[in-house]
């Protein structure tokens, strides 16, 4: 039986279990999918005897991505770009191979949701930390020519986007409002608005209304930031389905069955979140 888990220090808010042992029974699979809180010290050990533990990969969350990367035997483009992996499987040979989906689940929820979100405006993205690299990583590799980036540290804004070249411009965390002036995606890669955290302090009156409005954060599933854009008629796309689509090239590494992203999914993942 396979099996495979999810680490992180703590690890008790990821939802990665809810996903891939919904799919385990969908598809009439023997298999299990756990959940490992790993210290800190324990880590790199860990990472480096997977196998040993039973498992053919893993999942991995905070603050565990960057050591990830650096104990795999190989590292595809999107891991390397964005320099951290969350997800990790063992080959045949027994090496530790390791990717970044954060990139591919925003962009095929984005592409389903807004299919028409590159128009040759510009773009603009809140937040300079892992995410918001992956986000960059997704939104150059499908062709966007220029995204605004703004982040409440400036040097880390600066540092990230000087990695992906002149397509990427920093805007002053004060001037972020303005910057939305002829913007067709707006998305908030920050934490800010998730249950718990302060608000996104941002005013999207200078943002045309036909432009997208997108945000990260799941918990809860409609941020005061969308429910400011749906009041205004932004069309909008949530945390949720970057969630559900970043799981599946891990279940199907692991499991070798490729899933599904339904409404039927979403429903239950959702119904979780509400719950918890």
């Not at 990665?16 to 490992?36: A, F, M, N, T």
């Not at 005897?49 to 595809?76: F, I, Q, S």
Request: hydrophobic residues 45%.
């Amino acid at each position: 039986m396979k099996r495979a888990c999810v680490i992180g220090w703590p690890v008790v808010h990821s939802r990665s279990p809810v996903i891939h042992r919904y799919w385990l029974k969908l598809y009439d699979l023997e298999g299990g999918y756990e959940q490992e809180a790993v210290r800190p010290e324990e880590v790199a050990e860990f990472l480096k005897t997977l196998g040993n533990h039973g498992y053919a990969g893993a999942n991995v969350t905070l603050p565990y991505k960057e050591a990830a990367l650096a104990a795999a035997d190989r590292a595809d483009q999107a891991a390397i770009t964005i320099g951290a992996a969350n997800t990790l499987w063992l080959d045949a040979k027994g090496l530790l191979h390791a990717s970044n989906t954060d990139a591919y689940g925003f962009m095929t929820h984005l592409a389903q949701e807004a299919p028409d979100w590159n128009r040759g405006k510009h773009l603009m993205v809140l937040g300079a930390g892992g995410a918001a690299r992956a986000i960059l990583q997704g939104l150059t590799g499908a062709g966007a020519s220029k995204i605004l980036l703004a982040n409440r540290t400036g040097d880390r804004s600066k540092a990230l986007a000087q990695s992906f070249g002149p397509r990427v411009s920093v805007v002053p965390w004060e001037d972020r409002s303005k910057a939305l002036d002829g913007c067709g995606l707006l998305v908030n890669t920050t934490s800010l608005g998730m249950t718990g955290k302060p608000p996104l302090d941002i005013d999207l009156s200078a943002l045309p209304f036909d432009a997208i409005v997108a945000d990260i954060v799941y918990s809860p599933l409609e941020t005061p930031l969308l429910a400011v854009a749906v009041g205004r008629g932004n069309r909008t796309v949530d945390g949720l389905g970057m969630l559900l689509h970043q799981a599946v090239p891990g279940f199907e590494r692991w499991f070798g069955v490729r899933p599904e992203v339904t409404s039927a999914l979403r429903a239950h993942v959702a119904a979780h979140l509400e719950a918890s």
